[in-house]
């Protein structure tokens, strides 16, 4: 009798952990995920604005690949947008959730454009370019020990404390913008040093956006290299299981968190440094342009692999580009571009679900036996 009632209380299904599935059937999930979420926001697009689904995504592609230099401006943003992923990536695998990327970049940033207004006249061209280099990668470095130190010692929430960060830089720069605003009283600092160029990232055959793209492939291998292969990459894979296990076979946690963010604090100077010599030549509060929340995305789902980053990061570039030339061709708000975005984000991160778990059906089977 009580084995009837338990029976018939159990449920129609439940949720249980899948094993690890084999990285090509998780991809296999994703592109599916996408071509499900392509299917979905087609049909939203033509009852919304009649318009054919197809000439939408082809609209897409030219707008972000259609010309020479869309493509080199699509290869710029990944590569920022990549910078930044890896810079992230450390700490999140450490479970250290570094939510001040957007206020790192703009510390970088802010120390690579003191350098190129206080010393463009002052230094030669290569040693300026040196200064600028160590400067912006210890202004980002320290932006994220500060935090670090706090988590490290005193357990403090390192989400809120790496949120508020962003904000202190964000008026930082706005104050140094109006000390070196041009006109003065302006607020904006405008093109730095235009007439000499100094401070400015060589061309590379005369391409502007290739030595910011070669710099951030070098940075993913040896991401990718330090994460999978030496001692502290195993170590921030310990921290991040289990901090009572690290201490437990010998680890250094607070040193492990203070190396860590350093780490990830210094990659996301060298991205503001890339963002103010090498792209925009100026910096206002919103150089990072949302690109350390969005990073959190990109890192996230490649699973933290730098590699799979390359792939995520274009993803996300390559729907913003496109959404955008939507938004001009067929004369759309910006709203719309964004629904068929979220549309296939959505999709994509809920693909996630499949992959890490699975539905358990109740068996009819043993229902009938009993």
Not at 55 to 82: E, H, K, P
Not at 99 to 120: D, S
């Amino acid at each position: 009798m009580k084995n009837n009632k338990a029976t018939a209380h159990e449920p129609l299904f439940h949720i249980a952990k899948r094993d690890a599935v084999v990285w090509w059937k998780a991809w296999l999930i994703r592109l599916l995920a996408l071509l499900a979420a392509l299917i979905f926001a087609g049909v939203v697009t033509f009852f919304l604005t009649k318009e054919n689904p197809l000439q939408i995504y082809a609209t897409m592609f030219d707008g972000a690949l259609g010309t020479a230099r869309r493509r080199w401006s699509l290869g710029q943003n990944l590569a920022m947008l990549l910078c930044i992923s890896l810079a992230v990536t450390p700490a999140f695998k450490m479970r250290f959730w570094n939510i001040g990327a957007e206020g790192q970049v703009l510390a970088g940033g802010l120390a690579t454009t003191a350098c190129m207004i206080l010393l463009g006249d002052k230094l030669p061209s290569s040693v300026l370019l040196l200064v600028m280099v160590v400067t912006s990668i210890l202004a980002g470095a320290i932006w994220a020990l500060i935090p670090a130190f706090f988590k490290a010692h005193w357990n403090t929430n390192e989400t809120l404390f790496t949120l508020m960060m962003n904000y202190i830089i964000m008026q930082l720069v706005s104050f140094f913008a109006y000390i070196w605003s041009v006109p003065k009283g302006s607020g904006q600092i405008g093109v730095i040093n235009r007439s000499t160029q100094a401070g400015w990232l060589p061309k590379i055959g005369g391409q502007s956006y290739l030595l910011n793209i070669i710099i951030v492939a070098i940075l993913t291998i040896l991401m990718y290299i330090y994460l999978k292969y030496s001692k502290h990459g195993y170590e921030i894979s310990v921290v991040g299981e289990s901090e009572n296990t690290a201490r437990y076979i010998g680890i250094n946690v607070k040193k492990v968190i203070l190396r860590t963010l350093f780490l990830s604090g210094a990659v996301c100077g060298v991205a503001g440094l890339l963002l103010v010599a090498g792209t925009d030549h100026t910096i206002t509060r919103d150089t990072a342009g949302g690109r350390g929340f969005t990073a959190i995305l990109v890192s996230w789902l490649a699973k933290f692999n730098p590699l799979f980053m390359v792939v995520t990061s274009f993803l996300i570039v390559f729907l913003q580009k496109g959404a955008t030339q939507i938004s001009t061709k067929f004369g759309l708000n910006d709203s719309f571009s964004d629904i068929i975005t979220g549309i296939i984000i959505f999709f994509i991160i809920g693909s996630e679900f499949f992959i890490q778990y699975t539905l358990k059906f109740r068996s009819f089977k043993k229902e009938a036996n009993a």
